[in-house]
């Protein structure tokens, strides 16, 4: 299974990790480290959100909607360029079935991350890589220090397939068990409210308000940008 390690629960359970210290050397990467950009379509139900500058909700209106948003991605390709391939070339695949489009997201938890990516299965179980089924942990040098950052679900070390997660919150926890290779562009408030709006439909199982509806959030486009 392809989880945030080993199987994805609540955060009060399965992330019941004490304060990590904070002395490690942490990589700050620079605008020339993310040259490679992708997007994410998304299609889902729910009510619509208003962000600031920073992507922090500011409203949430009443009333569920059919609503439409894209998430544009950075991708780290200097510092982990085999992991930013991997994402890249899922998100330009056209066939369904072969990468990331038609597929969901499977697992939603507020104040935490969106997760997705199992484009065979659909419920956190399947996917592969473009390397076979599984490919190693590139390296550890970028952290889990903001929210909107991109970094790869994994049954445990070096289980890298096809499923990744946008985090909401800072999961310094995750430092050194998970392999982040993007963000969200330092700005774009388009996809931040994209990513709160789905974040709104979440729950603490991660179950989605429309799950197993056409109406949970699906990438129905992706590309290069």
Known sequence: MFALRPRLAPPNTFFSVPHLSNKSRQFHASPATMVQKVYFDVTWKGPKVEVDSKGTVTQVHQGDVEQTGRINFELFDETVPKTAKNFKELCTATEKGKGYIGSKFHRVIPDFMLQGGDFTRGNGTGGHSIYGDKFPDENFKLKHTKPFLLSMANAGPNT?????????????????????????PDGDVESYKTVRAIEVVGSGSGTTKYSKTANEPIISGCGEA
């Open 160 to 184: 890298n397939g096809s499923q990744f997660f946008i985090t909401t919150i800072v999961t310094s926890w995750l430092d050194g068990k998970h392999v982040v290779f993007g963000q969200v």
